[in-house]
Structure formats: C-alpha cells, structure tokens
C-alpha cells in the first residue's frame, strides 16, 4: 500500500523560507512522478509543482514559479518543496501525490494517491 507523508510545515513570515518534505513507502519510489498540491480555505485545491521519476523534468504553476523548487531524493524516498519569497497568499494545506506514472504532470487527475498534508502558514 502506497503510504505518503508529509512534514515540513509551519508558520513562517512573508518574504521567508521554508522546506516541506514528503516521505513515500510501499513502492518503488524512484519509478514514478511526484507532485505537490495546496489547498487553501475556502478555494479549490491547486496544483504547485511536479517532477518525474528520475528528477530530470519538473513542471511549476505560474503563481509559484522562480520562487518554489521540487526535488527528489530517489535514495530515501523522498520529494522535496523548496519554498522562497513566500507570500500570505501562498499559506494552504500542502499535499503530495503520486500516480502511476513516471512523468510530471500538473493535472490532479494523474495522481491517486495522496498525503494527509501539511499546513503552511505566511504571516503578513
């Protein structure tokens, strides 16, 4: 069974950094793409950003690109999420995901499993 787990999170100001990271177990992690997914209260969730089996291809959302960066350690399983510059808009529930593929891809569609989250929150 695919297991995701998600830490990382926490209260951070406007302007500051922060790492998430996503722990995978169950399967062989370093066959398939990983994504990072935000919900925030009150709005649908939105894709933020994607890497492929291997790390070679990621793919970012307009609203967070040049500021986040993903990353993968294939050695332990896990996915990273560089966050820089952040933004009180940028504060929501944090998930990872991975589907059945190894490429990237933003569209929630390809991904069925999921992390319970982790909240980040930007003060202003």
């Known amino acids: 069974q695919v297991q995701l787990v998600e830490s990382g999170g926490g209260l951070v100001q406007a302007g500051g950094s922060l790492r998430v990271s996503c722990a995978a177990s169950?399967?062989?992690?370093?066959?398939?793409?990983m994504g990072w997914f935000r919900q925030a209260p009150g709005k649908e969730r939105e894709s933020v950003a994607a890497?492929?089996?291997?790390?070679?291809?990621?793919y970012y959302a307009d609203a967070v690109k040049g500021r986040f960066t993903i990353s993968r350690d294939n050695a332990k399983n896990t996915v990273f999420l560089q966050m820089n510059s952040l933004k009180p808009e940028d504060t929501a529930v944090y998930y990872c995901?991975?589907?059945?593929?190894?490429?990237?891809?933003?569209?929630?569609?390809?991904?069925?499993?999921w992390g319970q989250g982790t909240q980040v929150t930007v003060s202003s």
């Open positions: 169950g399967r062989t992690f370093s066959t398939y793409g």
């Open positions: 890497i492929s089996y291997s790390g070679a291809n990621t």
């Open positions: 995901a991975t589907g059945n593929y190894g490429w990237a891809t933003l569209s929630p569609a390809q991904y069925y499993y």
